[in-house]
């Protein structure tokens, strides 16, 4: 049984060498040759002097190099961080910097991307370009390398040694202080969440599973660690049109596919080619509107829908099985396997049937808290009421969602207790769109929030303090300095100063309150 991450490829090409483990543009990798690779970029990170636990980040659109390169990071007992590729060089820096990453593997458009930006990362030693380096900039302090001559120049070393309790990943999400914040996993947290969800969705080696999410996103990055926990196959895809997505369901065969609400309204209203193999759909990242759902249900009649809640912090909490929901309409579902999910007060009691409280996740799936940064950890990751006999108490995650449970024990979503926006199956922070209108020097003061939308969940607005009205510049910034889903959708610039609640804080309730009955 896999006790650390790569050994879930390890284990797969022993049982089954000759199953496809990756298929990516219409491409097939075996599991023996996925193996073989993971061990060779793994002597490769090491060659190029990456020590236990060290970082290595991989910014590049899902291709094989970046599955090898990831798991290759493990193998070799370092902690690989996948950058979402639509993030701007600015925040590739940040990340960079921030977990003092030692290796970066990326394209060499996305190098040319970067420029100067990787001249604030000082703790970067190398740089691995998938394609050519030929009249490629140097990097003062940075040797760079092509991905080719890195794997052939590998040579045989000992990987270091880990253990499952060793971290393996960070991933970033935004947090509620601006900057993007690190969350540490470890090998037995996506080990037992990769087994968690096999068995509720009933994934076996004869699985397709499409991944069309990013590889930086939990919620994607699990697409593969199920599929290689069963032998099933993982299919890369980088869709430009809604129609790729459909285009791929049919050519690849595929049995499951995983998305965020956004992406389910729409491809509820395309017309499906032949979706019988189409198995199971989730959905994560926000709730689907109950009409999607009938949409979903009509276009794809013979696919399982489950709905499921997750938190980067403890990767997957609930999920609601496909014959819970017409009688639990609403309903996130029940704790996944092998974790539980309470509904406590402030003071840590448990709520009763139909009493909103916290939702704290406990158990194998809780992370390792934040990336150097012990003051958020605290506030996030904090202990349970002591059991009786038990001398060390457990630290759960508390999710900051409020949600109640039924006299069944189904749970019911009601709202966030901060001011994180949820877009796209993205949480946002606005304190970050803030930071970057405030560096324009356009404004005098500014608040970022979420109103209601319909395909977005919600969509991000702007309010900005100015002494000239100029709304089309401001954007401009934003859209320069932001990836595309933290561009606000809204902006409305302002003479006046913006309301204050009675603490003296920006009252974004009221700003969003104001925006929504205008629309």
Not at 80 to 97: C, E, G, K, S, T
Not at 142 to 160: C, F, G, K, T
Not at 301 to 306: G, L
Not at 348 to 366: F, I, K, N, Q, Y
């Amino acid at each position: 049984m896999a006790q650390l991450l790569q050994e879930l490829i390890f284990e797969s090409a022993h049982k089954m060498p000759e199953r496809q483990a990756l298929s990516y543009q219409g491409v097939g990798l075996n599991y023996h040759a996925l193996a073989r690779l993971v061990q060779q970029a793994a002597q490769a990170w090491l060659t190029h002097d990456l020590a236990p636990g060290e970082r290595l980040a991989v910014y590049l659109e899902k291709c094989e190099e970046t599955v090898i390169a990831m798991f290759g990071a493990a193998a070799a007992g370092g902690v690989f961080v996948p950058i979402n590729p639509v993030l701007r060089p600015d925040q590739v820096a940040y990340i960079a910097a921030d977990c003092n990453v030692r290796i970066l593997v990326t394209s060499r458009e996305r190098l040319t991307q970067l420029g100067e930006a990787l001249r604030r990362c000082p703790d970067l030693h190398t740089v691995i370009v998938v394609g050519a380096i030929d009249g490629l900039e140097p990097i003062p302090g940075v040797h760079l390398y092509s991905w080719r001559a890195s794997m052939q120049a590998a040579a045989p070393r000992m990987p270091h040694r880990r253990i499952d309790a060793d971290m393996v990943a960070i991933l970033y999400t935004s947090g509620s202080t601006g900057k993007p914040k690190g969350v540490i996993l470890s090998h037995r947290n996506l080990v037992a969440g990769a087994s968690s969800v096999s068995v509720y969705l009933n994934n076996t080696q004869d699985d397709r599973i499409l991944c069309v999410l990013p590889l930086s996103f939990d919620y994607g990055l699990s697409q593969l660690t199920t599929a290689f926990a069963v032998g099933a196959c993982a299919v890369l895809l980088n869709h430009l049109l809604l129609r790729d997505v459909i285009d791929a369901v049919d050519h690849e065969r595929i049995t499951g596919l995983a998305g965020v609400p956004p992406l389910w309204i729409q491809l509820a209203d395309m017309r499906w080619k032949h979706p019988r193999r189409l198995r199971y759909i989730t959905n994560s990242g926000g709730v689907m509107p109950q009409h999607t759902i009938t949409a979903l249900r009509r276009v794809l009649p013979q696919t399982d829908i489950y709905l499921m809640y997750g938190l980067t912090e403890a990767f997957r909490s609930t999920y609601l099985p496909p014959e819970q929901m017409e009688q639990r309409p609403g309903s996130i579902g029940k704790a996944i396997p092998n974790a539980e999910i309470l509904v406590l007060h402030e003071d840590g009691t448990p709520c009763g049937p139909d009493e909103p409280g916290e939702l704290v996740h406990r158990g194998a799936l809780v992370a390792m808290g934040y990336w150097n940064d012990a003051a958020r950890t605290a506030e996030r990751f904090r202990p349970l009421p002591a059991q009786s006999g038990v001398p060390i108490p457990e630290l759960a995650v508390w999710s900051g969602d409020t949600v109640r449970a039924d006299d069944q024990g189904y749970l019911y979503f009601i709202g966030r207790t901060d001011d994180m926006i949820k877009t796209s199956g993205y949480r946002v922070s606005p304190a970050e769109i803030e930071e970057v209108v405030y560096a324009s020097g356009m404004v005098i003061e500014a608040a970022a929030f979420g109103i209601p939308h319909p395909m977005l969940g919600q969509a991000i607005a702007l309010v900005a303090v100015v002494d000239e009205l100029d709304s089309a510049e401001l954007l401009a910034v934003c859209k320069r300095a932001l990836p595309a889903y933290m561009v606000p959708a809204l902006l409305e610039v302002r003479t006046q100063p913006l309301p204050r609640n009675p603490n003296g804080k920006i009252d974004r309730r009221l700003l969003a309150q104001e925006l929504g009955a205008r629309r």
